[in-house]
């Protein structure tokens, strides 16, 4: 998983300065109501990957679940246990046992981690037969660094989409993108990764308009 030491290094800039700006984004962003829509209520721990500084816990919490994070920045972490439990560690060797945990979400972390089909794997493994396992991320149409998003109202598509890559480019210089780089996945390679880790799909959901910022997907392991 990339963006430990990455991550370190732009830890205290996320937390006073990024997450306040992010707030402001939430309802064009409709994290909350996706997660609503696909995690939805239950009991049991939830373990949220790259759970960065906690700041969707809350979220994760009030449909009743008991959030867990694990991330392996300990800078981010450092603000992260004010928020939730955690654990420092690799998100591609979770240190869970084998099918123990009802539900599994990561939110707006897939871009962080290159090695994301073993994420899917090792969230596939931990999962119990039946568990729920929610991916909200950027939007791999109409985000990524061949998408100028500078009017929101007529997003830029230049050649790229469908190249695998990781990079710096970004059309802001406000976000995390330029600063820790991100990877792309085209959609039918980041869905492939879902069905090779053995978990199958139940429904997905948009957020953000006029043209969708965040794609998010529920899949679970079979019974």
Not at 5 to 12: K, S
Not at 99 to 115: C, E, F, S
Request: net charge neutral.
């Amino acid at each position: 998983m990339r963006g430990g030491a990455a991550y370190d290094e732009i830890a205290d800039w996320y937390e006073a300065e990024f997450l306040p700006q992010r707030a402001l984004a939430e309802d064009e962003l409709e994290i909350a109501r996706t997660l609503r829509l696909l995690l939805g209520p239950g009991d049991g721990p939830c373990l949220e990957i790259g759970c960065g500084t906690g700041v969707y816990a809350e979220q994760v919490r009030a449909l009743g679940r008991k959030p867990i994070g694990v991330d392996l920045s300990a800078g981010m972490l450092r603000y992260a246990r004010d928020r939730l439990p955690t654990v420092r560690a690799d998100a591609g060797r979770l240190p869970v046992p084998d099918g123990t945990l009802p539900a599994v979400v990561a939110v707006m972390v897939h871009t962080d981690m290159p090695g994301y089909a073993a994420v899917l794997r090792e969230a596939a493994r931990v999962l119990a037969p039946g568990g729920v396992f929610v991916h909200v991320g950027v939007h791999p149409c109409f985000c990524g660094g061949f998408a100028d998003r500078t009017d929101r109202n007529a997003v830029l598509i230049r050649p790229g989409y469908r190249d695998s890559n990781w990079t710096k480019e970004s059309w802001t210089d406000r976000g995390i993108r330029d600063k820790v780089g991100a990877t792309h996945w085209p959609l039918p390679e980041l869905l492939q990764m879902f069905l090779d880790a053995g978990l199958t799909f139940e429904r997905f959901a948009e957020g953000g308009s006029p043209t969708p910022i965040v794609l998010a997907a529920r899949a679970r392991r079979p019974a």
